[in-house]
């Protein structure tokens, strides 16, 4: 009787390792956090971790120095084998989607992003489908502004992404609007060493950050891939728990 005990509690307790418990991936910066010194407003990317439940997806990004009120951050995303599909074109002051200036994208195809607001405190996530932007409304936020992190967390569907989706991406910290002096691409992004055209070079026109092309990018290869894992939500395991234990006593009882 004890031994039918024992086993029923080993198999719940292997149940229960059998599942995964955490999709969280560290993706550190390729360039240590920033090349030119560590800009002291929050702008250079020590590391993002990316993470999903069955319904959401969220990425911490982890700054050097406390973030100041005015830089922006971008999580720029390719779905894996539908760059095609995406939008090619780099975000500028003369295409600028819904106010967002900076001079930065994927020119191989950008399917989906997630984007600060500036001055901090909120977060949209935006799709591309059929030439279009579609705005999928306000996301989870926090951090920021006085920290040195920020949780952006958004629905899967805002994202267009569901269980079993892999795509490729960039988190690329800038300023705004792109004009005059605030004119920036990139000042620090997580997939490129140095930014060929300088991490902190006011746009001009013609510089730019292309997550596709910058040379020594890691953007398109494994280490900037993530893949949506089917992960139990919380009170999911805590029912299958009480599930398992109640049927171990169950079969005590009879026994």
Same mark, same amino acid.
Request: glycine share 16%; proline share 0%; charged share 0%.
């Given at each position: 009787m004890k031994a039918i005990v024992l086993i029923? *509690? #080993?198999? /719940?307790a292997l149940a229960l390792v059998a599942l995964p418990a955490? /999709?969280?991936?560290?993706?550190?910066? +390729?360039? =240590? =956090?920033?090349?030119? @010194?560590?800009?002291g407003d929050g702008t250079g990317i020590g590391? !993002? !971790?990316v993470n999903n439940t069955g319904s959401a997806i969220s990425f911490t990004i982890n700054t050097t120095q406390p973030m100041n009120t005015y830089p922006m951050y971008f999580v720029l995303m390719q779905y894996v084998g +539908?760059?095609?599909s995406g939008s090619t074109a780099l975000?500028?002051?003369g295409n600028a989607l819904n106010g967002w200036g900076p001079s930065l994208g994927i020119s191989s195809g950008m399917n989906a992003f997630l984007a600060t607001w500036n001055g901090g405190g909120a977060a949209s996530a935006e799709t591309y489908s059929a030439g279009l932007w579609a705005n999928n409304g306000g996301v989870g936020y926090a951090g920021g502004p006085g920290n040195s992190y920020l949780t952006i967390t958004a629905p899967l569907s805002s994202l267009g992404l569901s269980i079993g989706s892999q795509f490729y991406f960039d988190?690329?910290? *800038?300023y705004s609007p792109a004009v005059g002096q605030a004119a920036y691409g990139a000042l620090d992004t997580i997939t490129n060493p140095k930014n060929t055209d300088g991490l902190a070079t006011p746009w001009n026109g013609t510089s730019a950050y292309? #997550? /596709?092309t910058e040379t020594g990018t !890691?953007? @398109?290869t494994a280490a900037s891939m993530y893949t949506v894992t089917a992960v139990p939500e919380p009170a999911t395991l805590s029912l299958l728990g009480g599930g398992l234990i109640f049927l171990a006593i169950r079969r005590r009882a009879r026994s």
């Open positions: 029923s *509690s #080993a198999v /719940a955490n /999709a969280q991936i560290t993706y550190s910066s +390729q360039n =240590g =956090g920033w090349v030119n @010194g560590g800009y590391s !993002v !971790v +539908q760059g095609g975000f500028n002051s988190v690329v910290s *800038s292309d #997550a /596709a !890691v953007f @398109g």
